[in-house]
């Protein structure tokens, strides 16, 4: 079955800079990608996602890349604020019927 | 706007006493879903729904029950819970298998005592 690993599982950056967070996927068919972001003791929310048919989708100071020959793909947050700090997780989908599988997630704190 | 909502917010039940989480969506989803989330980790999905049709993933414990009454409600039940199912449980919904985007719901912390 898909396997998706997440790195890095936790990152601090300054407010105003940027951070990536990457996954890779094993499942060379997989066609879905969405990034979910979870605040402390709140539901994750899906903030972004990508279909296996583009290789960049932007939304604001939020973007994310897919390379499907190496199989990975990745969050680019630009212009980091407080509020950007939550838990960021990746996850892949085959198509079929067939649920997401999650990464296990990245702990973005934004130092003010 | 809850359109995902799970009852309770938090339950505290007793070692070995059964538990019951509740979930109802107002989106008419055809599919339902039920992860354990402990603490820093990734959701693991335990079971889901499509439509009345249960799949169980191959490592959910025979411990974990679910129900699905109707198309706005499903039931995760805990018949013995020990000490290691204490966590958060996370109900989400699509609309089908193929449209991937998940909609959660606030979740429900379980502690056991």
């Known amino acids: 079955g898909e396997n998706v690993e997440q790195h890095p599982s936790t990152l601090s950056v300054q407010e105003g800079d940027s951070a990536v967070i990457k996954c890779t996927y094993s499942?060379?068919?997989?066609?879905?990608f969405p990034w979910y972001k979870q605040e402390l003791g709140k539901r994750p929310q899906l903030i972004i996602d990508?279909?296996?048919?583009?290789g960049e989708k932007k939304d604001q100071r939020i973007a994310v890349t897919l390379n499907k020959t190496a199989k990975h793909f990745s969050l680019h947050i630009t212009e980091t604020q407080p509020e950007d700090s939550a838990v960021y997780f990746c996850?892949?989908?085959?198509?079929?019927?067939?649920?997401?599988?999650f990464g296990k997630g990245t702990r973005l704190s934004v130092i003010a | 706007d809850a359109m995902v909502i799970q009852n309770p917010r938090y339950q505290v039940t007793q070692f070995g006493k059964p538990v019951t989480l509740s979930c109802s969506q107002t989106?008419?989803?055809?599919?339902m879903y039920w992860y354990q989330q402990k603490s820093s980790q990734a959701p693991k999905l335990l079971f889901h729904?499509?439509?009345?049709?249960?799949?169980n993933e191959a490592d959910t414990p025979d411990n974990f029950q679910s129900r699905r009454p109707n198309t706005s409600f499903c039931f995760l039940d805990i018949r013995s819970p020990g000490l290691g199912d204490a966590a958060m449980y996370l109900c989400?919904?699509?609309?089908?298998?193929?449209?991937?985007?998940?909609?959660f719901g606030s979740g429900t912390r379980l502690t056991v005592v």
């Open positions: 989400a919904t699509s609309r089908d298998l193929v449209e991937g985007s998940y909609t």
């Open positions: 499942d060379s068919a997989s066609n879905y």
């Open positions: 990508i279909r296996s048919n583009v």
């Open positions: 996850a892949a989908r085959v198509p079929g019927n067939t649920p997401l599988v």
């Open positions: 989106l008419n989803h055809n599919v």
């Open positions: 729904y499509y439509d009345k049709d249960f799949n």
